[in-house]
C-alpha cells in the first residue's frame, strides 16, 4: 500500500518544541521531492518546508525560518519536520507530501494530517 503516515503532533506551549515524524511506504522515497504543507480551518493549506530528491536542496517559508528544519532518512522511508521556538500562529494542521515527475505523468502523496497546537 502506497501512502504516507505522520505522527508526533501534539500540544505545546510557545516557545517549545516539537518533531513531526513521516513514514512513506509502498515506494522509493529517495526519488521524491519531499515537504510539509500546513492549514487552519477556513484557510488554504500553505508550504513550510521543501527539500528536493535526490540533493541537498532545502527551502523553507519566511515565516518558519531559522527555526523549522526538514530532513529525511532514506533509507528509513522517513521524513521529518522540527519545529523549535513555536508561536500560537504555527497551530495548524500539518500535512507530509511527496513528489515525483515522470516524463509523461505525476506520481504525488499526502499524509492524513497531525494537528499541531501552540498555546499556554
Known amino acids: 500500500q502506497t501512502r504516507l503516515v505522520e505522527s508526533g503532533g501534539g500540544l505545546v506551549q510557545p516557545g517549545g518544541s516539537l518533531t513531526l515524524s513521516c513514514a512513506a511506504s509502498g515506494f522509493n522515497l529517495r526519488d521524491y521531492a519531499i515537504g510539509w504543507f500546513r492549514q487552519v480551518p477556513g484557510k488554504g493549506r500553505e508550504g513550510v518546508a521543501c527539500?528536493?530528491?535526490?540533493?541537498?536542496?532545502?527551502d523553507y517559508a519566511d515565516f518558519v525560518k531559522d527555526r523549522f528544519t526538514i530532513s529525511r532518512d532514506n533509507p528509513k522511508k522517513m521524513m521529518y519536520l522540527q519545529m523549535n521556538d513555536l508561536k500560537p500562529e504555527d497551530t495548524a494542521i500539518y500535512f507530509c507530501?511527496?513528489?515525483?515527475?515522470?516524463?509523461?505523468?505525476?506520481?504525488?502523496?499526502w499524509g492524513q494530517g497531525t494537528q499541531v497546537t501552540v498555546s499556554s
Open positions: 507530501h511527496a513528489i515525483f515527475k515522470f516524463p509523461t505523468n505525476v506520481s504525488e502523496f
Open positions: 527539500f528536493n530528491g535526490g540533493t541537498t536542496w532545502r
